[in-house]
T-cell receptor, first 114, second 113 residues
Framework: AQKVTQAQTEISVVEKEDVTLDCVYETRDTTYYLFWYKQPPSGELVFLIRRNSFDEQNEISGRYSWNFQKSTSSFNFTITASQVVDSAVYFCALSEAPDDKIIFGKGTRLHILP | KAGVTQTPRYLIKTRGQQVTLSCSPISGHRSVSWYQQTPGQGLQFLFEYFSETQRNKGNFPGRFSGRQFSNSRSEMNVSTLELGDSALYLC????????????FGPGTRLTVL
């Protein structure tokens, strides 16, 4: 069965600090897709990244970076030099096929303190 | 390009009633998925419709149903509402091809009293 675990329920850091959000997933498939979404206070989920299981290259997009490690079934998300606008709930998610349902973790609420 | 729209944004119902929520996907998107978000259970997948057919289904009771119209707009219905159905219901659309980047709507906040 597929499962996504985000062990960190809530994190608070001071602005400009780096912060890493952990994500551990479970799947029996060799082909799968991993995602990160951001949910700001407005409630609308915003897509951040999709990674397929054959692509273990880490990715950097501005202040955001993602570390995908199949050996530990982890797909961690790091925000460098955090800003108050990064305050949101972040969800890691998994899909076992392009057209399959997406299973979300419980989310990590991130507070960036000024 | 307009985003995913959901109506109504807020809804208050009482136990036993039924409710219908509406979702209009991004133009050209043929897949619509519905999710329930609660503080306790998080984001849970309800079902997905593609070209008017249910393509995937989550683990929810039969009180939760949906449909999709020929213009890709989708509705979900919850009958015999229970207090535990209070949640944010999110709709997401995508083109339906193999790259399943979903775009989410703002959600409908349902409160059951």
């Amino acid at each position: 069965a597929q499962k996504v675990t985000q062990a960190q329920t809530e994190i608070s850091v001071v602005e400009k600090e780096d912060v890493t959000l952990d994500c551990v997933y479970e799947t029996r498939d060799t082909t799968y897709y991993l995602f990160w979404y951001k949910q700001p206070p407005s409630g609308e989920l915003v897509f951040l990244i999709r990674r397929n299981s054959f692509d273990e290259q880490n990715e950097i997009s501005g202040r955001y970076s993602w570390n995908f490690q199949k050996s530990t079934s982890s797909f961690n998300f790091t925000i460098t030099a955090s800003q108050v606008v990064d305050s949101a709930v972040y969800f890691c998610a998994l899909s076992e096929a392009p057209d399959d349902k997406i299973i979300f973790g419980k989310g990590t609420r991130l507070h960036i303190l000024p | 390009k307009a985003g995913v729209t959901q109506t109504p944004r807020y809804l208050i119902k009482t136990r036993g009633q039924q409710v219908t929520l509406s979702c209009s996907p991004i133009s050209g998107h043929r897949s619509v998925s519905w999710y329930q978000q609660t503080p306790g259970q998080g984001l849970q997948f309800l079902f997905e419709y593609f070209s008017e057919t249910q393509r995937n289904k989550g683990n929810f009771p039969g009180r939760f149903s949906g449909r999709q119209f020929s213009n890709s707009r989708s509705e979900m219905n919850v009958s015999t509402l229970e207090l535990g159905d209070s949640a944010l219901y999110l709709c997401a659309s995508k083109t339906g091809d193999s790259y399943n980047e979903q775009f989410f709507g703002p959600g409908t906040r349902l409160t059951v009293l």
